[in-house]
């Protein structure tokens, strides 16, 4: 399923607090010159439209979000969104999420990084592409905080099997853990628009939680 249209953004709209390219980043990695504080930081991959970026930064005022997301239009789009609701604790940056992992986040850097729905790829020539790959998994673990999390969600059931039986063969991180699924309290109340319209035509979504040791 596409991804649908997305409105026009606001060319008149200052998006220097919230979009950021990777040439912007700091090197070396303090995230203090990102968000002007030490906070616990979190990264979601593919962050498309930014419903969980506003979602969570909205409900963790005391955390820090990086969304990283490649195409550029969903990047710029998101960084509105934040603009807008005057979210602070949230930045967009327009990048290629494996290079940051393993070009610039040190060790021990995030409390968690997100994973929602990525490109499953679905021609065997081409699943070599996939973000879930074993160097990523790697990086993700290097990264993360003792006990920080790994979430992943897919509506692809192969994907999901063939990557928790990867991280179980290069990783040492503890999962995967049940995701409890609660009912959605409004018509927003989702973690991103791929979770919103697979739920509304009751489509299989997958999900695993992982705990660094």
């Given at each position: 399923m596409g991804r649908r249209s997305l409105r026009k953004v606001d060319p008149l709209l200052d998006l220097?607090?919230?979009?950021?390219?990777?040439?912007?980043?700091?090197?070396?990695?303090d995230a203090t010159l990102l968000f002007g504080r030490q906070a616990p930081l979190e990264i979601e991959v593919g962050s498309g439209k930014g419903l969980f970026?506003?979602?969570?930064?909205?409900?963790?005022?005391?955390?820090?979000f990086l969304g990283i997301e490649i195409a550029a239009k969903y990047a710029r789009f998101s960084a509105a969104m934040l603009t807008k609701r005057?979210?602070?604790?949230?930045i967009v940056v327009q990048a290629d999420a494996l290079r940051i992992f393993s070009e610039l986040l040190p060790v021990a850097a995030l409390q968690a990084v997100h994973i929602y729905f990525p490109d499953p790829w679905w021609k065997?020539?081409?699943?070599?592409?996939?973000?879930?790959r074993?160097?990523?998994?790697?990086?993700v673990e290097r990264t993360l905080l003792t006990n920080g999390t790994l979430h992943f969600w897919t509506d692809v059931e192969e994907y999901f099997h063939t990557t928790l039986g990867l991280i179980a063969s290069c990783t040492g991180l503890n999962g995967p853990l049940e995701v409890v699924v609660r009912p959605a309290e409004h018509d927003m109340d989702y973690r991103t628009h791929f979770e919103r319209r697979m739920r509304q035509i009751n489509e299989p979504i997958y999900r695993a939680e992982f705990r660094k040791r």
């Open positions: 220097t607090s919230h979009l950021k390219t990777f040439e912007q980043l700091p090197r070396p990695w970026m506003r979602g969570a930064a909205a409900a963790c005022p005391e955390r820090d005057g979210l602070h604790n949230a065997k020539r081409h699943k070599k592409r996939r973000v879930m074993e160097s990523f998994m790697r990086d």
